[in-house]
């Protein structure tokens, strides 16, 4: 942005501006391509001229083709006085004292002249109108000089199979808030588990959440009723007192002359009882599964 030049920049002025304050004016057909090509903010210093040797600087800040437009203010510059012209008049982006002085007295051009060049050196501005060298080394010029990131990288040794080490549509996971420049995340899979498979890998499976399965889970809950059989009972036996006398039911020790029958004997009745499993009711302390956790997430290679 600022102070352009052209080569070559001569036309013949089809439409003039209007008297000695007028802002637009033309030059002939296919022409315009001959001055500058101003942005924002560009302009350029041009020199109107008739036969007779009568001249007007002017500084131009808008062309579009064969169209330009004066700046406000723009007229009669650089020792010159706004003159009035004509159709046939010549229009030329000549070098004006204006223009360089304009040029030379640029602070940024300024610096870089006041620095002292010296080998391997290369200056840079540390702000404006501020300049400094810094070191470049040979080597570093062999970088600059490349065309593309494919001869940088050979330059530097590093084989094309290295820059594509991680290939479009590769899947990681990550240990950060948001997915690296360069990749995508991937939110089709939230709070789960990692499971390390020894076959194929990208699957995935189970109902539960992670953290609804890892929380604090209450052990309670019972069996349910059951009658126990003979088989399940401790194999045991009872102890039967026998008598002597009139027949009748064998006393017990503490009922002797009940009935006249003495306690005389001591025997048992068979052993009944298999032993076998039965099952209770339960409860329990309530086990905390609310494991520990980081969060992480995965991502794709753009």
Do not use: C
Not at 20 to 29: N, P, W
Not at 186 to 211: C, D, E, L, Q, Y
Not at 217 to 239: F, K, M
Not at 274 to 298: C, E, K, S
């Amino acid at each position: 942005m600022g102070l352009k030049f052209s080569n070559f920049g001569k036309a013949i002025v089809s439409s003039a501006p209007s008297g000695t304050s007028g802002l637009s004016f033309t030059v002939e057909a296919g022409k315009g391509i001959l001055f500058p090509v101003l942005g924002a903010g560009d302009y350029f210093y041009g020199i109107f001229k008739d036969a007779s040797g009568n001249r007007e600087i002017v500084k131009v800040e808008a062309r579009s083709a064969d169209s330009l437009t004066i700046a406000a203010g723009g007229r009669g510059l650089d020792g010159t006085t706004p003159r009035t012209w004509a159709a046939g008049d010549h229009f030329v982006a000549g070098v004006t004292s204006v223009a360089l002085q304009e040029s030379l007295s640029n602070a940024n051009l300024m610096a870089l002249g006041r620095l002292s060049p010296s080998a391997d050196k290369l200056p840079y501005f540390t702000g404006a109108g501020a300049a400094a060298l810094s070191d470049l080394s040979s080597f570093s010029r062999t970088l600059l000089d490349d065309a593309d990131a494919a001869a940088a990288r050979a330059t530097l040794g590093i084989p094309a199979a290295i820059a594509a080490l991680i290939p479009p549509g590769t899947v990681m996971s990550f240990f950060q808030a948001a997915a690296p420049v360069g990749w995508t995340q991937v939110t089709n899979h939230n709070n789960k588990a990692i499971r390390v498979v020894g076959g194929a890998g990208g699957g995935s499976g189970g109902s539960v959440a992670f953290t609804t399965a890892f929380a604090s889970q209450a052990v309670t809950g019972s069996n349910s009723a059951t009658t126990l059989t003979t088989a399940q009972l401790p194999s045991h036996n009872h102890q039967i007192y026998i008598g002597n006398g009139t027949p009748g039911t064998p006393p017990r020790p503490d009922y002797t002359n009940l009935d006249g029958n003495n306690a005389t004997a001591l025997a048992a009745t068979e052993y009944q009882g298999g032993g076998a499993a039965h099952n209770h009711m339960f409860t329990g302390t309530p086990i905390n599964l609310a494991v520990q956790y980081i969060d992480m997430i995965i991502a794709s290679k753009d």
